[in-house]
């Protein structure tokens, strides 16, 4: 193997480590996003997994089933769109 055969192959095992790195800690990440009106808030993981849904009993009575859902919604667009951006 000659000297520019050698340094390529460095060169990709390199970018293969540093892309494993990468997926690993994107696999480990959590992903907080709270929910609209203090409803609680979602968790997902860094693939854009949805983890959690925590609801805040404390204001839940003040709404209804459907905005709660909505609610939900909206943060795991919100989620989706951050870890695309």
């Known amino acids: 193997m000659n000297d520019e055969t050698r340094r390529l192959v ?3 095992e390199e970018a293969t ?3 494993g790195q990468r997926a ?3 696999a480990a990440a959590r992903i907080r996003i709270p929910l609209e009106s ?3 808030s979602i968790t997902v ?3 854009g997994e949805l983890l959690s849904v925590d ?3 404390a204001n839940l009575r003040y709404t209804n089933e459907s905005r709660v859902a909505s609610a939900v919604r909206t943060a ?3 989620a989706d769109g951050g870890r695309r951006g």
């Open 55 to 57: 609801l805040d009993p």
């Open 10 to 12: 460095a060169e990709i």
């Open 76 to 78: 795991i667009r919100q």
């Open 24 to 26: 690993a800690a994107r």
């Open 45 to 47: 993981s860094g693939h």
């Open 38 to 40: 203090a409803l609680g």
């Open 17 to 19: 480590a540093a892309a």
